[in-house]
């Protein structure tokens, strides 16, 4: 399952799943834009697992439950409390950070 984030929810969201995965973003990143069809194949295939897009500069209360220093971070949160995350513009580095969560 794939969510776009139109407001700052994503505490919400952490706290209501077991599992989640974060990619952290911004309109002008272009390795954002890279990875943004990586990111929603592997919600495709795990959709058991609630992926969530969260623009970083829209959301700063979204962006402060992961250490966001650079674009685009990837979290992964299991019960409640952040597990891994990863800045990077790989896909292998993405689905080791996904396979770790399944």
């Not at 969510?3 to 272009?30: F, H, M, P, R």
């Not at 969260?54 to 409640?80: C, H, I, M, Q, W």
Request: hydrophobic share 40%.
């Amino acid at each position: 399952m794939l969510t776009e984030l139109s407001e700052d929810t994503l505490e919400q969201i952490i706290a209501s799943n077991e599992k989640v995965v974060v990619q952290y973003s911004a309109s002008w990143c272009g390795n954002c834009r890279i990875m943004k069809p990586k990111f929603k194949k592997l919600a495709l295939e795990n959709e058991n697992i609630p992926f969530v897009l969260v623009d970083a500069e829209k959301f700063p209360n979204s962006r402060k439950l992961a250490n966001v220093d650079n674009l685009p971070t990837f979290a992964s949160f299991k019960n409640g409390t952040i597990l891994n995350q990863t800045q990077t513009n790989k896909f292998d580095i993405l689905k080791e950070l996904v396979t770790e969560i399944i």
